[in-house]
């Protein structure tokens, strides 16, 4: 399979304009395979109630029915399940579960076209791609904040983005590579299967079903054509002095040396996102002065410090280092912070007569996984609070089991010292790591 689609990736780097017309053998039963192992063990079922476990139970049965189904045209995707989970700013975000057959089938075809387009996205793309994630689109930021002309940030935002997309750009968009059909009409397939919520069935000619298999990379495409492309075009005909641009998925953050670029860039965006029926957060995207001078040029007009913006889960700040030079400082988003509290307190509610080693095996999982992504350089302060705020809420909730209060701060220490991790950095500073991964 590695060889097949290493000959499929070998042609897509050679030739960039050419359209693959024969990819769904891809699609056979090692793909199938390939692709159910690769999905998560306890996902929630889709409207088929069908589980990981009950599925594994006679597998080898099971992917040569559907391998038949792809192949000769009877496969026929069932609609998602409309389910809504928390963010962290109150509101609820749609989420669509697909049935297990469709996310096998979806993970299989993800596989065979990520060949193709991992030659065709460019670099600054970051979210959904295989061997990049959140925290190499975070190094990449920081190192060109701090290493090129970056005097003002744009922190760009599209409104509901797995929503809004086009499904006949999209098509039109992956026809410029694609030109199986057979390949195409499974993705309309997946596009027009609906989602099931409250006994109906709703389908629309706009959105990819956020949370399928298939709709990262089909937004990633997206974005390619309506973004990147036209981005890395503007910056080399248009843009007057130094930019950057960093994106993942639709979170976008653009760097300049002139504010005069950063306007005109953020103008055309509107009138380009406009016109593939996407549109800009009018709240959530702002135009900052941001940068190694930022502070020194503020401070002389007299109008404070330079503002801040948030990217994957981290607020950024113009700080200075004990050097007293410029310093891009990263911390906790407290509206993050607060939210993962919040789920902690109510958990240990429902856990509160359990054993204490019960719930200290669980409390450390929970914050040896919050630091695995924050413990990253300059946010140990935050990363203190966070495991001070959760020793408080166990003694919280460990004090509320009897009457006799004997959980002080000196036992609660004691105990928290005993199960749950020290706040220490885990990742290099983002130079550094950055270096080793683009050596150029």
């Keep these: 399979m590695t060889q097949r689609l290493g000959r499929v990736r070998q042609a897509a780097r050679q030739r960039k304009k050419e359209r693959f017309t024969a990819l769904l053998h891809h699609v056979n039963v090692d793909t199938l395979e390939t692709a159910f192992y690769a999905l998560k063990r306890k996902a929630a079922p889709g409207v088929d109630g069908m589980t990981w476990q009950d599925y594994e139970a006679n597998l080898e049965r099971n992917l040569e029915v559907l391998h038949g189904k792809v192949h000769r045209g009877g496969y026929r995707p069932q609609p998602s399940r409309r389910t809504y989970i928390p963010k962290a700013d109150g509101r609820q975000r749609p989420l669509a579960i697909a049935a297990l057959e469709d996310k096998i089938v979806q993970g299989a075809c993800v596989m065979t076209l990520n060949a193709i387009y991992e030659e065709d996205f460019l670099g600054f793309s970051y979210g959904f791609r295989p061997a990049r994630g959140p925290h190499d689109a975070l190094d990449a930021l920081s190192a060109a904040i701090t290493s090129r002309k970056v005097n003002h940030i744009l922190d760009a ?20 590579r694609i030109g199986d059909k057979r390949i195409i009409r499974l993705i309309r397939k997946w596009l027009k299967a609906g989602i099931l919520e409250d006994g109906i069935v709703t389908v629309a000619d706009r959105g990819t079903g956020q949370g399928s298999v298939i709709s990262p990379l089909l937004g990633n495409i997206y974005l390619h054509y309506v973004f990147d492309l036209w981005a890395e075009r503007w910056r080399r005909q248009e843009a007057r002095g130094d930019m950057i641009v960093v994106r993942y998925a639709d979170d976008l953050v653009a760097g300049f040396e002139h504010e005069g670029d950063a306007r005109r860039f953020l103008d055309a965006m509107r009138e380009r996102f406009e016109a593939f029926a996407l549109s800009l957060h009018p709240e959530k995207t702002r135009l900052i002065e941001f940068g190694r001078r930022a502070a020194a040029d503020r401070k002389e007009r007299g109008v404070g410090r330079p503002e801040t913006f948030t990217f994957l889960g981290f607020t950024h700040i113009c700080g200075k280092s004990r050097r007293g030079l410029f310093q891009l400082q990263r911390k906790t988003r407290r509206d993050r912070m607060r939210a993962k509290l919040q789920e902690i307190k109510v958990e240990l509610r429902r856990r509160m007569h359990q054993t204490i080693p019960v719930q200290g095996r669980w409390l450390k999982q929970v914050v040896t996984g919050h630091f695995a992504y924050y413990a990253v350089p300059t946010n140990s302060r935050a990363l203190s609070a966070f495991r001070h705020y959760v020793t408080d809420l166990w003694r919280r909730t460990l004090r509320r089991r009897s009457q006799k209060d004997g959980f002080t701060w000196e ?8 199960w749950l991790p020290p706040p220490r950095i885990l990742h290099p500073w983002p130079d550094q790591r ?3 991964k683009h050596p150029r």
């Design 157 to 176: 935002d599209v409104r509901d983005f797995f929503g809004s997309v086009s499904q006949d750009w999209l098509i039109r968009f992956l026809e410029h």
């Design 411 to 418: 036992r609660m220490t004691k105990l928290t010292d005993g």
């Design 434 to 436: 950055f270096a080793v």
